[in-house]
């Protein structure tokens, strides 16, 4: 019986497991700020956690409420702040991704209709094993300055 | 004894007056000494120049399409900061802590001698229409400027301000790379701080508290 009880026990531990692997890319803290109504791009921040044993790659992502989305990171080169599009994100095993202000981001471009606050948005992510993933968030009116203060005291 | 305290207050009287002159130099002295150096503000944040540099004229157009030149810059202190209105993540953080330096308590009896300006570097993109409605979404009293790109360099030149066009991508969009720095300018039309990121609001309004005092103690 308590052999049995082990066994059973295994068995739903290895599924939780493949259960986490299936859907090893959980998404939180994400935040579409809104722009002025006339801004052709926005952005979207969020924390990417890839719980699964192996390295996830997103290679591309879409919306159906911009024409492209793109990942950029945002770097300070001769003294000038530096936008640079990434042809994907490596998120490595167990780990997570921060993508906040002044640093790697999500961008927007092109709103198929200007967006406020309360609008719905959705995130389409394809990974490189072919692997899809949406997400739904809405547009909210965020103070950036204090994420951003946030963010200059944890690193 | 009336005649001894006649005698003593009539030999008393010079001192009397010498101490009371010396008493009214000391105190000119010391009201010089308070007044005249003011002391340079200490702990800021923001850079201060060591000398005020004046600016050299320059002529771009407000979003109203208005001239906006040196002159728009004289008898009010101008936070000034370039971008462009396809910037994602640098542009809307310092246009939201432009918004909350302008709306903190601390300044409420400063905004009529207080203006706040986008300078976008990027015109072909951002008609003056266009950055009407930028500028506005974060307050009404923010003035968009832009205008052709030497007289923009004539004045990012002067305030080291530094930006330059990437290659555009397959879609024809192009980012700008751009410096992130507010630059203080005085009501003289002189150059005064700068903030440099990371930008927050409190330490912009406390220190512009100062350098204001300073600059108007001089």
Request: glycine residues 4%; positive net charge; aromatic residues 6%.
């Amino acid at each position: 019986m308590k052999k049995l009880t082990s066994y059973l026990l295994l068995i739903a531990l290895s599924s939780i497991t493949i259960a986490a692997d299936k859907h090893s890319l959980s998404f939180k803290k994400i935040t579409v700020p809104e722009a002025p109504p006339v801004a052709a791009v926005m952005v979207a921040y969020m924390d990417i956690t890839n719980s699964s044993n192996k390295a996830k790659t997103i290679k591309q992502i879409s919306s159906p409420q911009f024409k492209r989305v793109e990942i950029h990171n945002m770097s300070m080169s001769d003294g000038m702040m530096k936008m640079e599009q990434m042809q994907s994100l490596k998120i490595k095993p167990r780990a997570t991704v921060k993508l906040e202000t002044g640093g790697l981001h999500i961008m927007l471009i092109k709103p198929v209709k200007p967006l406020k606050h309360g609008d719905k948005i959705e995130l389409t992510f394809k990974l490189a094993s072919g692997e899809l993933t949406t997400i739904s968030s809405s547009v909210q009116k965020v103070d950036l300055t204090d994420s951003h203060k946030h963010h200059h005291h944890h690193h | 004894m009336s005649t001894d305290s006649n005698k003593n207050k009539s030999s008393l009287t010079p001192i009397i007056v010498v101490a009371l002159l010396s008493l009214a130099v000391g105190l000119w002295a010391s009201q010089q000494l308070l007044q005249k150096p003011a002391p340079v503000p200490k702990n800021l944040e923001a850079t201060l120049l060591d000398k005020a540099k004046p600016l050299t004229d320059f002529s771009l157009i407000d979003h109203d399409k208005n001239v906006f030149d040196l002159k728009r810059l004289k008898n009010n202190w101008s936070f000034l900061f370039f971008g462009f209105t396809h910037c994602p993540d640098v542009c809307p953080l310092a246009m939201q802590v432009m918004k909350k330096v302008w709306d903190s308590p601390e300044l409420t009896n400063n905004k009529k001698n207080l203006q706040m300006i986008f300078v976008s570097v990027d015109p072909d993109r951002d008609k003056p229409e266009l950055l009407k409605r930028y500028t506005q979404y974060y307050n009404p009293a923010f003035i968009g400027v832009t205008g052709v790109a030497n007289q923009i360099d004539i004045l990012t030149r002067q305030l080291g301000i530094l930006y330059g066009f990437d290659d555009p991508n397959e879609n024809g969009d192009y980012n700008v790379s751009h410096s992130g720095q507010i630059i203080l300018i005085d009501p003289q039309g002189n150059m005064r701080a700068v903030f440099s990121p990371p930008l927050t609001p409190q330490s912009i309004v406390k220190d512009f508290i100062e350098i204001k005092k300073f600059v108007e103690n001089i």
